[in-house]
């Protein structure tokens, strides 16, 4: 069985940072397109970044140059480090991967942005 364990959200003030990470487990053969998405209270899920097994990235605009994807391939983990987070950052992030062509999410982290 596979899975995706997330982690690294938080309370942070508005203009700190953070990084999450998320670490697939399991019987994996490999790990293809990863990616982050967020859902904020009363608003539907949105995809945050992605990044592909050949490291192409893709971001939302509203997070374009604060947050950046990145991933190990040798630890099956993807990153997000945000950067000049702001109150409307906050959400629950959930994870996304393609592992052995199945898709899976984690279980997702609450990152608040308040002072």
């Known amino acids: 069985q596979v899975q995706l364990v997330e982690s690294g959200g938080g309370l942070v003030q508005p203009g700190g940072s953070l990084k999450l990470s998320c670490a697939a487990s399991?019987?994996?053969?490999?790990?293809?397109?990863m990616g982050w998405y967020r859902q904020a209270p009363g608003k539907e899920r949105e995809l945050v970044a992605t990044?592909?097994?050949?490291?192409?990235?893709n971001y939302a605009a509203s997070v374009k140059g604060r947050f950046t994807i990145s991933r190990d391939n040798a630890k099956n983990t993807v990153y997000l480090q945000m950067n000049s987070l702001k109150p409307e950052d906050t959400a629950v992030y959930y994870c996304n991967a393609d592992v052995n062509h199945f898709e899976l999410w984690g279980q997702g982290t609450l990152v608040t942005v308040s002072s």
């Open positions: 990044i592909t097994g050949d490291d192409n990235t």
């Open positions: 399991g019987s994996i053969f490999r790990v293809f397109a």
